[in-house]
């Protein structure tokens, strides 16, 4: 029962197996090998993106600033949501690596950015030209910090307005396999075809090791690319360890099946949780993340049993009545399984 | 025959094996599990050193630049060789991290910094107070980029000269297994007793997929590691995959087999080279890289037989007479074979 | 009636005349003439603090900038009001001089920063550790970009709760003139003595060209500041006439003579506007800005007459019937003199 | 006798005068005022460059940092001299406002850059691609460090080399009126007619308090430029005090008037030392800096007489015997009098 984050999961055997593969005999260091080569190529086949480019990294807060900072000048400012990873939970590395840009905070529900919001930004931004920081980029995340998904329209929507704009578009895909698998849409239109400019694609958290892909939909901004993730020590020497992760990742759909399935167990989570006595969900479950009111009783059994998950906010007090109130954050993974499941609802249940 | 350098080298199977073992099941993320807490002891065991922090992340230019930035404040100057790779090979990844020191260059036989060379430029660095930029932090490359090695006296040596001057040392140590191998010394010895303050223990090209352990020795600097680690986009969520590498890296000396075969293929090519008609060994073997002067004959006939290594310097003539000399690098690794080195001297005499 | 900014007025007689003694024959460049010399020791003197360092910039947000990178390291956070002139008016200023560190933001009314919520946001800034920016420094604008003071007890008081969480006190003092004159204390008293740790004191908009002093009262932080201003080309060559600048400011008090003036030019406005029909000040007015409600026939007869003020907020429509309200804000300085604020309400009352 | 720099001389009555009108009365801040419009279309016409945009800074740090920060990369090399004021003087200025580029040194006799060695480093700069930083700008300071000139044929030349490599050319004209009054050209000659891209345009050494125009001859990198002097903190709001001090300096040709006479003092005095026994003058005095070999006895006769000058190296011992040579640096200035040299002669020969 451990659905503290899907980052506690392990590695998909078959990711683990092509890693073994590809450790046998040398090969070209820094992705001059045949393995990353084919992972660009699969990469554009899986996005009907022929011209893109993608890049391999290891991690999602690399990810995330080497694209921003491919987007968005030192003297301009990204738009986020004030839930979102970059802003909260990467240490300012956003404005490290930009240079020293801005992130200007937009609400909506669900950690989704409001269109209208961010309409109001973008037409205020600069009211005094160069005393202020200038319209930057747009950073989106698919699913949200909160397990809501954009619609390919909202999407659309944001984008459009970023585009008029002039500034670009970063998604943060670190669950985009659970978004795609929930939209029953292709990866393409859930991107590029709705206005993303720089997607930042996750496997790390559904069953790779440690491999991202920046998939930048515009070449022209490879280049810049390549020379950042250096400097930024993020280019591999043995990259074929970081290609095979990826490589199996979206071989016949390992990355669609696993996030379904990670999506899948949250739904079967979330209806035992809104069965149980004394017990809310407290969002729509999109994704694979489950936010629920529990009784303090129930949390203590499940704390007993050795169930492992975050409080939704610190700060909650958990010495309280049985029937107090306590709000758990819950992520299910490739790995949980339709056991482990049930039997969080058996012990909740009590 | 793939001599081009240790990093296209592939993966040792007991690293292979303990990163396979660290997928099963979930554990906590981001370096609170079992394995990253086991690796941190077991460097301080492996180094006599109680007190060391030990810090994993994945490239070595992440590393040094990450340790760097803890030394060097942005208004200083890194001491390093003209031939180091951080002065050459990182993109300017230093001067990223730092924001924005400088690097100044010193010289020295076999890219190892003259110590009177250094010991001018520290006297010297700042004459005219806050116009010049302050004494930052020497960094010195074990083995070096030109498969030398420092004595433990001449590193002791050169960290004085630091110390005297109240700067910290940096050892850039992608190659210090192949160092402590040949010096015969502890780990200890070839570190802090010497007077390195920060290690960056190289493990990637020596056998594992991407792990390297930057030990501080002093841990008061420890935090703002820690800081700089999360916001440059190297800490890991999935930390236990390069804790496991480190840990089977350290296990049972491994890394000092594996270093100390290298080495000796190495030795075993150089003996070859030097006993060959009309070659030259150009370097003291002391690690596991050499430069050799070959007669373009034998250049073309070891390329027809596929053997792969870089020239020793760019834009070398490749069409001259038979006998004109051509400088290549080789670099053995610890998959190099005696059969892979055998054949080597056997096409090199033709 | 220019009633812009106090930016826009022009330079005392006293301190031009200074200026041009400053001008004959030669000086050590640098700041190592004896004006600059005087200068440290008048502030020490004025603000009671014989241990602080005092260092000369030509801008505002220099000062700011400079003086904000030596409290908060690059991976923390400076807390500072939303409507703070380091957030809206300085383009990412402190971002670009602190490495990239982030600003958060708090409310409160007049742009006075709420106790409360600086309290709350350090007290849960890093939930989860290296993941989030640290606390770094609090930020406090003396007078406020909307006219208010801080009191001495509130100025204490959110120092104390800064310096309970191990963090240093920056105030922005650019009208640190105009609180000095209205709270009737001792500079001393609206400084260090209520916790600021770093004071940036503004001359420029209160009668100087260019001169800015940023005084430190804890001397450790001094030579970082000196490095920082000069790689920040902030160091001038020809100190001196900076210097000029700031001694005639703080001789014989003409600071605070035309920092009082100011205040009282706008009080002189402000009950002008607020005895005109249909007319509202919409603020207490503590220092020398009023932000006052006026009907539009007014503002288009005060703009037929050739006055000069913005609007207190962008996109107000000018076109309404002549009792629809505008919002203007009107800055008075040491130059605006009794008949331009008489003129300015005889023909606001039309 | 005071020939420490130029940066030690006063302002000149005509600029002095100029900043007193200027302060007559308000005007709109930020450079919106007529002062600094007008400056900027006397650069364009002084400069025969109609298209060219024109800034104002204060400091010449600020004026190079601020314009190499607009035309290399944070991955990238500014090729200069290791003499140059932006290597050793600059507190790595370049460094922090690039974001984190390098400094790639060469060599060349009185401080110019060698044109074959700037082409060789250009050709062998990024020998692999990504690892290495990528040509970036090319900054030549006319006249050098050490008092000498370029041709405008050298200068077109080693422009033409930068150009063809796709990279821009900065030009450190701190002393660019000394070059143009000694070299009789034009200063659209001196300057984009040989191949500048932006011009570092100093006046503070030559007769201002600190006023520096950046030249921008392609107006694309304008607006950029603004952002960065904006963030940098070198916007001025009183601007019109900058202004007024580089639109009396350009009237009438001040300018040249004043770095005429320098020059001709300098040559005065090297005449004089040239035909005084035991001295020798050390270089080709083309601007107003003059290296001389003096005897001890000499040097000590002068400073007794109160003369005030640089040793030309650090170091240096003086209290040898009475014929032991000294190497001194005089700088003529503006201000230097015929009387002053004569007199400085007259101590040498004692």
Known sequence: MFFTSDNAAGVH???????????????????????????????????????????????????????LACLCPPWATVYAHHRSHIQNDECAAPEFFTGGAKLTLIGGADARIDAAGLAEKIRTAAPHGVHNVQNGALSITQATELGALYSLDETARLAAIAHAAGIGVHMDGTRFANAVARLGCTPAEASWKAGVDILCLGATKNGAMGSEAVIIFDPAKAWEFELRRKRGGHLFSKMRFIAAQMDAYLTDDLWLTMAGHANAMADRLAAGIAAAPGCKVLNTVEANMIFAELPLAAHRRLQAEGARYYPAHGGQDETGPDDAPYTARLVASFETTEAEADRFIEVLRG
């Open 13 to 67: 055997p078959d990711i683990l197996a092509a890693v073994g593969r590809a450790g046998a005999g040398p090969a070209m260091a820094y992705g001059a090998d045949p393995l990353t080569a084919g992972v660009e190529a699969r990469i554009r086949e899986v996005f009907e993106a022929p011209e893109a480019r993608a890049y391999l990294v290891a991690t999602g807060t690399a990810a995330n600033a080497l694209a």
